[in-house]
């Protein structure tokens, strides 16, 4: 069995976010409907040839259809199984034959506003910008390597395709609902920015603009202003008399008694 071994790079249009994109990789029926070749699927057990670490993983067969010469079409049944990953998504195809396919998918690249990673070179991926990865490894026989690599990468055009339509759909219904709910868009990221509301909600009151008064400090502080500034021979206050008293003794001055 003949070993092939590639990768392509797909970069997504500005205004496409990282969330979007991860929600459509861990929707194993929604990757599974965007390829082109699919025709038919369903849940399934995992099957003997499952390795210990595939068999927790989610099975599904799968009915493709595929040319074999110009103008003489057919269909295959094989087993396939996905498993999600913090960055993306990993395929396992058990197709007849003895074709082998092995697919990861990996989100890649930085959104503007966040810090820009070091890019992998050798593989064409964009400096700035999400980007989408496949990481492909075919076994097969080789007399029929190029016929199934073709047929590969000309499904995962159409499915990258669709996919970076959709979510630009997505992105923009999710735009539109949140200026009917009167919060603002930055466009500069896909992360929204919850900006405040066009109009303040009335139930703030006036906390929002103007700060909270303290009335009942101000309340002391009138009052000891009061003490102080009415006191008269009979509401003279003991602490102050006592300084006075101090006062004139330190002045050698002596009050007679009345």
Same mark, same amino acid.
């Given at each position: 069995m003949a070993k092939t071994i590639f990768t392509t790079i797909t970069p997504l249009p500005a205004g496409v976010s990282r969330e979007t994109v991860l929600e459509t990789l861990h929707s194993h029926i929604e990757m599974i409907d965007l390829n082109p070749t699919h025709t038919e699927r369903h849940r399934i057990n995992p099957p003997p040839e499952a390795t210990p670490e595939e068999y927790h993983c989610t099975w599904y067969q799968i009915t493709d259809k595929i040319s074999y010469l110009p103008g003489i079409k057919g269909s295959v049944s094989f087993k396939t199984c996905f498993h999600d990953l913090a960055n993306g998504m990993q395929n396992h195809v058990y197709a007849p034959m003895g074709l082998d396919i092995k697919e990861k998918w990996t989100l890649g690249g930085n959104l503007p506003g966040e810090p820009v990673q070091p890019a992998e070179i050798g593989i064409g991926a964009p400096i700035q910008g999400l980007y989408l990865r496949e990481d492909i490894e075919i076994k097969c026989n080789f007399m029929v390597t190029r016929f199934v690599k073709k047929q590969l990468k000309d499904a995962l055009a159409t499915l990258v395709a669709r996919l970076v339509v959709k979510t630009q759909l997505q992105e923009a219904g999710h735009r539109n609902q949140l200026l009917q709910q009167g919060y603002e868009y930055s466009p500069q990221s896909p992360h929204f920015s919850l900006s405040a509301p066009l109009s303040p909600p009335l139930s703030a009151g006036l906390d929002m603009q103007f700060p909270r008064h303290n009335f009942k400090q101000q309340q002391n502080r009138? &009052? $000891?202003? $009061?003490?102080? &500034?009415?006191?008269?021979? &009979?509401?003279?206050s003991p602490g102050l008399g006592r300084q006075s008293s101090q006062a004139a003794h330190s002045q050698g001055i002596v009050e007679l008694p009345t």
């Open positions: 009138f &009052s $000891t202003q $009061t003490a102080v &500034s009415e006191m008269d021979g &009979s509401q003279k």
